[in-house]
């Protein structure tokens, strides 16, 4: 053997440990989408229905409500302010009981607007105020820690400008803490523009498995999870307990989660109780908001995982379930790996034999897929009913989402190894653009990302690459081999799809 042909052995080699070690990552967490789907299940099935004349019960029978503060995080919110402080005034709680916090960071022309609107329902009698900083110091943790300092309420809920909480979301949410030991109740977010594009539909249904699947998978059996950043409420108590809003994570909300349930506090999670928001709708929007999350659960891993390993007090599945959540960002990588090696690893099955083995396991990868593919049909029935015409409509959303999924990968696992490696940077707020129609606008918008970004252009070139994937699957034998054939036709139509949409936004 050569050096040339030693050389080459070993960079196969390296190309399969790689790709095993991230089948591995992807096959822990499919796994562990099934242990939840399980838990899922049997919620599902020992839940009684909640009644709203319950709800109202607790509500008329109990004269010693608790004190809530409202905290809404804003920055530059001009499009959804007036929308977000309507429906929040609207919301049904006694006067006495009810303080709102508008905790404005804003610095452009929605400042007037909002302080309008916050004169107007002051003088009816309903206790807002506008808060504002010097400075944006850990921007929206350091937003809700100010408020904090300043809330009278023993119990905080928080929303984000995009939220539409309705009338009834204290007199369902707030009952829950007759139990001392909840420090969170978080609600299920539904989809006000669900409906708008084939993105906006891809991203519901990936927020949806996280609440239906994820969520109540680990609120019903005790597991840990998290509070989402809004749609929640929290127990004051909980929060100065667990060490206040942090900003040194692009995710302050899961960084603060963890820290919480790490101190013994319960959280639980309302999967019928819905908050209606807006889904981003631009390409920009949308990779800022999924580089945020990313980066963010890479960094909490970094901040938390020893502490949840350390933690003798909490039982073992549950810190295996932790660290798996927490790890749960960086499965883009193992995404993006697997996809990357595909290619190569098509021309060292057909140059060494020896290897034989090792392409029986990567069926790994197809099993993960239809695992994926059962569990997420549960949620799609919870959203959209059961029958033969939504499974159809199922099919074609899971590959829309699916396929989305894989084109992310390269932009997402950039944030995950930012996040991993500690490089810090902005936190980039999700511009809204109160989109609800097919036929509402969001060109030429105010708060429009206008920047452009290299990475349209590597996807474009990832397109290609997976292109020639297609085509090696005729050059690597006489016979062909066409075992990745659909896996590379499938990247190369979502890194298309990415390019030419961000090209287009």
């Given at each position: 053997?050569?050096?040339?042909?030693?050389?080459?052995?070993?960079?196969?080699?390296?190309?399969?440990?790689?790709?095993?070690?991230?089948?591995?990552?992807?096959?822990?967490?499919?796994?562990?989408?099934?242990?939840?789907?399980?838990?899922?299940?049997?919620?599902?099935?020992?839940k009684k229905?909640?009644?709203?004349?319950?709800?109202?019960?607790?509500?008329?029978?109990?004269p010693?409500?608790?004190?809530?503060?409202?905290?809404?995080?804003?920055?530059?919110?001009?499009?959804?302010?007036?929308?977000?402080?309507?429906?929040v005034?609207?919301?049904?709680?006694?006067?006495?009981?009810?303080?709102?916090?508008?905790?404005?960071?804003?610095?452009?022309?929605?400042?007037?607007?909002?302080?309008?609107?916050?004169?107007?329902?002051?003088?009816?009698?309903?206790?807002?105020?506008?808060?504002?900083r010097?400075?944006?110091?850990?921007?929206?943790?350091?937003?809700?820690k100010?408020?904090?300092?300043?809330?009278?309420?023993?119990?905080?809920?928080?929303?984000d400008?995009?939220?539409?909480?309705q009338?009834?979301?204290?007199?369902?949410?707030?009952?829950?803490?007759?139990?001392?030991?909840?420090?969170?109740?978080?609600?299920?977010?539904?989809?006000?523009?669900?409906n708008f594009?084939?993105l906006?539909?891809?991203?519901?249904?990936?927020?949806?498995?996280?609440?239906i699947?994820?969520?109540?998978g680990?609120?019903?059996t005790?597991?840990?999870?998290?509070f989402?950043?809004?749609?929640?409420?929290?127990?004051?108590?909980?929060i100065l307990?667990?060490?206040?809003?942090?900003?040194?994570?692009?995710?302050?909300?899961?960084?603060?989660?963890?820290?919480?349930?790490?101190?013994?506090?319960?959280?639980?999670?309302?999967?019928?109780?819905e908050?209606?928001?807006?889904?981003?709708?631009?390409?920009?929007?949308?990779?800022?908001?999924?580089?945020?999350?990313?980066?963010?659960?890479?960094?909490?891993f970094?901040?938390?995982?020893?502490?949840?390993?350390?933690?003798?007090?909490?039982p073992?599945?549950?810190?295996?379930?932790?660290?798996?959540?927490?790890?749960?960002?960086?499965?883009?990588?193992?995404?993006?790996?697997?996809?990357?090696?595909?290619v190569?690893?098509?021309?060292?099955?057909?140059?060494y034999?020896?290897?034989d083995?090792?392409?029986?396991?990567?069926?790994?990868?197809?099993?993960?897929?239809?695992?994926?593919?059962?569990?997420?049909?549960?949620?799609?029935?919870?959203?959209?009913g059961?029958?033969?015409?939504?499974?159809?409509?199922?099919?074609?959303?899971?590959?829309?989402?699916?396929?989305?999924?894989?084109?992310?990968?390269?932009?997402?696992?950039?944030?995950?190894?930012?996040?991993?490696l500690?490089?810090?940077?902005?936190?980039?707020r999700?511009?809204?653009?109160?989109?609800l129609?097919n036929?509402d606008?969001?060109?030429n918008?105010?708060?429009?990302?206008?920047?452009?970004?290299?990475?349209?252009?590597?996807?474009g070139?990832?397109?290609?690459?997976?292109?020639?994937g297609?085509?090696?699957?005729?050059?690597?034998?006489?016979?062909?081999?066409?075992?990745?054939?659909?896996?590379?036709?499938?990247l190369f139509?979502?890194?298309?799809?990415?390019?030419?949409?961000?090209?287009k936004?």
């Amino acid at each position: 053997m050569t050096l040339q042909d030693y050389m080459i052995l070993i960079l196969a080699n390296l190309v399969i440990i790689l790709y095993g070690g991230a089948l591995i990552l992807i096959l822990i967490y499919c796994l562990t989408q099934l242990n939840l789907l399980s838990n899922f299940l049997v919620s599902e099935k020992s839940k009684k229905s909640n009644s709203t004349d319950a709800d109202e019960q607790y509500y008329i029978n109990n004269p010693n409500l608790p004190m809530v503060t409202v905290q809404l995080p804003i920055y530059n919110e001009f499009n959804v302010i007036e929308r977000l402080i309507d429906s929040v005034c609207a919301i049904d709680y006694p006067k006495d009981k009810l303080e709102i916090q508008v905790l404005d960071d804003s610095d452009d022309e929605s400042m007037e607007l909002t302080q309008q609107i916050v004169n107007h329902y002051s003088e009816q009698g309903i206790l807002i105020n506008r808060i504002t900083r010097k400075n944006r110091d850990n921007f929206k943790a350091g937003a809700l820690k100010y408020g904090l300092e300043r809330a009278n309420g023993e119990l905080i809920a928080i929303f984000d400008a995009d939220f539409l909480p309705q009338k009834d979301w204290l007199q369902k949410t707030v009952k829950h803490f007759e139990d001392p030991e909840i420090g969170v109740i978080q609600t299920r977010w539904s989809h006000l523009n669900r409906n708008f594009s084939v993105l906006t539909e891809a991203l519901a249904f990936a927020l949806d498995v996280h609440f239906i699947l994820e969520q109540e998978g680990r609120s019903t059996t005790g597991k840990f999870l998290n509070f989402n950043g809004t749609a929640g409420i929290w127990r004051k108590k909980c929060i100065l307990d667990a060490g206040n809003w942090q900003g040194d994570t692009l995710t302050e909300d899961l960084d603060l989660s963890f820290r919480a349930q790490l101190k013994n506090w319960k959280f639980k999670f309302l999967i019928d109780v819905e908050t209606p928001a807006e889904i981003p709708v631009a390409m920009s929007a949308i990779r800022s908001q999924q580089f945020r999350w990313n980066k963010g659960g890479a960094e909490n891993f970094q901040k938390n995982v020893w502490k949840l390993l350390k933690s003798k007090h909490i039982p073992l599945s549950t810190r295996f379930h932790g660290v798996v959540h927490l790890l749960s960002s960086s499965v883009f990588l193992g995404v993006l790996l697997i996809s990357l090696l595909s290619v190569p690893l098509l021309y060292i099955k057909e140059a060494y034999p020896i290897f034989d083995w090792f392409f029986i396991l990567t069926a790994f990868f197809i099993t993960c897929t239809l695992i994926f593919f059962y569990c997420y049909w549960f949620v799609h029935k919870k959203v959209y009913g059961g029958g033969t015409h939504s499974f159809v409509h199922y099919v074609r959303r899971f590959i829309i989402f699916y396929t989305l999924a894989m084109a992310l990968s390269l932009h997402n696992s950039i944030a995950v190894i930012q996040g991993h490696l500690r490089i810090k940077s902005s936190f980039i707020r999700t511009p809204k653009f109160n989109i609800l129609s097919n036929k509402d606008s969001w060109i030429n918008n105010r708060y429009l990302v206008k920047s452009k970004s290299i990475y349209p252009y590597l996807e474009g070139l990832l397109a290609v690459y997976f292109l020639f994937g297609m085509f090696s699957a005729f050059l690597v034998s006489d016979s062909g081999d066409f075992g990745l054939f659909i896996f590379h036709f499938v990247l190369f139509l979502g890194f298309s799809t990415v390019f030419f949409q961000s090209l287009k936004h």
